[in-house]
């Protein structure tokens, strides 16, 4: 219903591995309800509309967020929307906020939690829009704002499209066989390094093209 009612995006994805992740986070929202509510009687259709709208609203546009809203509403009727809470990390947010002197956009702290929600659930994820919108600021603020809650992220940034392929991603020398890291993939091996509480970012800040970026899946 998704695919065949909202505007076709390069993004967009209504394939069997969105369906994976919603159902795995059905799974983190229920765990995190018994935990916090204990015996209460848990409706299995709200925690699936938490999860459905937590793990895909954050790709869509603005014009089909309100048509996915009434597409849910019209599957699933009489069950209210309720946005997963973090009460410390948007307190942090704002005081990063007001400290970097940016005003608080109700919108861009959402965001913010989306990026949040999506880092935990997924091993990369893409931050897309035009030039100034925001992006950069999005992920530093949320990082400024993880420190202050007590959360150790390290972060490896670099620019793919600043570099030849070989230097990003590694090179083997053909008369010695001897394998040379690049950029990312000397980043990788130090964040495999990392005790498991620590969080590790490696950001590639440019463009997305496919002479990189395809190359990632292997």
Not at 32 to 41: L, P
Not at 93 to 118: D, H, W
Not at 183 to 207: F, H, K, Y
Request: glycine share 6%; proline share 4%.
């Amino acid at each position: 219903l998704s695919r065949e009612l909202l505007t076709p995006q390069q993004h967009y994805d209504w394939g069997l591995r969105a369906l994976k992740t919603v159902l795995r986070g059905c799974g983190t929202l229920l765990q995190q309800h018994k935990r916090n509510e204990g015996r209460e009687k848990i409706q299995e259709s709200h925690i699936v509309v938490q999860a459905l709208r937590l793990n895909t609203m954050s790709k869509l546009t603005f014009a089909d967020s309100s048509r996915f809203d009434a597409l849910v509403r019209d599957v699933f009727p009489g069950v209210d929307f309720q946005d997963v809470e973090y009460e410390k990390l948007t307190a942090a947010l704002q005081a990063v906020f007001e400290e970097a002197k940016l005003e608080i956009i109700p919108s861009q702290i959402k965001k913010s939690l989306e990026l949040y929600e999506q880092l935990r659930q997924r091993m990369g994820v893409v931050i897309v829009g035009p030039s100034g919108a925001g992006k950069s600021t999005l992920w530093r603020l949320l990082r400024a704002a993880l420190g202050k809650v007590g959360k150790v992220v390290k972060q490896y940034t670099m620019n793919p499209k600043a570099m030849p392929r070989q230097q990003l991603l590694g090179h083997i020398d053909m008369d010695t066989r001897e394998w040379s890291d690049g950029v990312l993939t000397s980043s990788a091996r130090q964040v495999v390094r990392e005790p498991q509480e620590v969080s590790s970012w490696i950001i590639c800040d440019g463009d997305i093209d496919p002479e990189w970026i395809e190359s990632l899946n292997s």
